[in-house]
DNA sequence: CAGTGGTCTAGACCACGCT
DNA sequence: GCGTGGTCTAGACCACTGG
């Protein structure tokens, strides 16, 4: 029956091990030769056995240390209640900053960046534009003690907010700029979904392999239904937990 | 400057071609030996590049046709204002049942399973209990046309359900038995990662490599904050997206 | 039944960074 | 320097399945 690759066997062997503790996080694992000598298999084989691991996200790889056991504590990113405090109350960008801080780790933000482009096609689609149409792209990248932990993209419409501090080439925190220029928002609709990262979305948030990520979409309403703003945030799955709280 | 492997590059000139839309979702790949011969490389490291792609969910593997592009089209699951309707109102199960309906396809549930079990440290650590208590564990698994996209299991403190339905072992629609029971719960707590499957979660989700999972936690909260239930949803990423709706 | 991917071997050379 | 992982080759046998 069990005629599973002896690859597999290997890779179960080490997987269970991991799993019951017996190599906690951080902990090395064997190296090829190692493995392979104790398996009586060649070195590709052993090392496929290891591949596995690192594509399940289990373990990272140090150069001339070897592969050790990766521990996964994430911080929380609140997103419902305390995302949009009441108007003077702190910002988004605070908020964000005073949640992190709570939790023990450093906040940051760096590569802030105002575009004027042609918009993707799934922020197009939402926000009622062609290909064609101008939008401002607000990015930025969010760190939590020196490792970015979200890839964040704001999308207006530029006929909205030409003339307006979003447009500005310049970092602001106000949250009530689309309310003066006639377009307030009054409820957001999140989108979450999972998924591997491209290349420039690894390099750019230092994702090693087997490390999913989040996309986390938030579209901004007016009270007539018409989305005036899509958040674009790219989370690895193993820096964050999104949370909501939910009244029921 | 750019010593980047030649498994990379080819890796990459694939994934160019698919993204531009070159290689449409469905459409063939070259084969090993064909991507080999066009490289002048090695079948081995054809091979290698293919996987790059495999890894990153970009690929279908067919035995005997080769590998395909995958298509990734969603189905939504709406996990406010429509998760928990007030009291007479359908019910959680009914409310999944209808929400995939309403997109089209077909919904199930299967597998349904009762067992009295210790609780894993995520569940006993929220639930207060040790780990030599004992809980009740609901699972199922859901599934959309067939395909499975959802794997439920319900925990709840055994003292509490002991002699409520939520400790038979049979199906129920039911909401308020908690409430019976002198546990009302008045609001839950989303906490949302992503990871990559265990072999289990593969298995039972029929997950194919490169599709990471969505962990959702669900935590229903009586009104003195007490946690009294526990809900862990795991979903594979390209199959569902999960919502929240958010007054601001 | 031909051609696909799945698995495995035995060997080679390289880049890197601790010791 | 030496052992780690990173890359690549040339060849082999197998299981499966669509044409």
Same mark, same amino acid.
């Given at each position: 029956? $069990?005629?599973? %690759?002896?690859? #597999?066997?290997?890779?179960?062997?080490?997987?269970?091990?991991?799993?019951?503790?017996? !190599?906690? %996080?951080?902990?090395? &694992?064997?190296?090829?030769?190692? +493995?392979?000598?104790?398996?009586?298999?060649?070195?590709?084989?052993? #090392?496929? $056995?290891?591949?596995? +691991?690192?594509?399940?996200? &289990?373990?990272?790889?140090?150069?001339?240390?070897? #592969?050790?056991?990766?521990?996964?504590?994430?911080?929380?990113?609140?997103?419902?209640?305390?995302?949009?405090?009441?108007?003077?109350?702190?910002?988004?960008?605070?908020?964000?900053?005073?949640?992190?801080?709570?939790?023990?780790?450093?906040?940051?933000?760096?590569?802030?960046?105002?575009?004027?482009?042609?918009?993707?096609?799934?922020?197009?689609?939402?926000?009622? &534009?062609t290909s064609d149409?101008?939008?401002?792209? #607000?990015?930025?990248?969010?760190?939590?003690?020196?490792?970015?932990?979200? !890839?964040?993209?704001?999308?207006?419409?530029?006929?909205?907010?030409?003339?307006?501090?979003?447009?500005?080439?310049?970092?602001?925190? @106000?949250?009530?700029?689309?309310?003066?220029?006639?377009?307030?928002?009054?409820?957001?609709?999140?989108?979450?979904?999972? @998924?591997?990262?491209?290349?420039?979305?690894?390099?750019?948030?230092? !994702?090693?392999?087997?490390?999913p990520v989040i996309?986390?979409? @938030?579209?901004?309403?007016?009270?007539?239904?018409?989305?005036? @703003?899509?958040?674009?945030?790219?989370? %690895?799955?193993?820096? !964050?937990? &999104?949370?909501?709280?939910?009244a029921t």
């Amino acid at each position: 029956m $069990a005629k599973t %690759p002896v690859t #597999r066997k290997i890779a179960d062997e080490l997987r269970g091990r991991i799993k019951r503790g017996e !190599l906690g %996080p951080g902990a090395l &694992l064997p190296s090829e030769p190692d +493995l392979a000598d104790h398996h009586g298999v060649s070195r590709q084989t052993a #090392r496929n $056995a290891l591949q596995i +691991l690192e594509g399940d996200g &289990l373990v990272d790889v140090q150069r001339r240390r070897g #592969r050790t056991v990766r521990s996964h504590q994430r911080l929380r990113w609140r997103l419902s209640d305390f995302e949009h405090p009441d108007s003077t109350g702190s910002s988004t960008a605070d908020a964000w900053d005073t949640d992190i801080a709570d939790q023990g780790a450093t906040p940051s933000s760096r590569d802030f960046d105002v575009q004027k482009i042609n918009p993707p096609p799934t922020v197009a689609t939402i926000l009622g &534009l062609t290909s064609d149409d101008e939008c401002i792209c #607000r990015g930025r990248v969010r760190s939590a003690d020196g490792r970015p932990v979200v !890839l964040s993209h704001d999308y207006f419409d530029e006929r909205i907010v030409r003339g307006t501090e979003l447009a500005d080439e310049a970092d602001t925190q @106000r949250e009530d700029i689309l309310k003066e220029a006639g377009y307030e928002q009054t409820y957001d609709v999140d989108h979450i979904t999972a @998924r591997m990262p491209d290349p420039t979305e690894a390099r750019k948030l230092q !994702l090693s392999t087997g490390t999913p990520v989040i996309e986390h979409l @938030r579209v901004g309403y007016t009270p007539d239904g018409k989305a005036v @703003r899509v958040s674009v945030h790219i989370v %690895p799955g193993d820096a !964050l937990t &999104l949370e909501y709280v939910i009244a029921t």
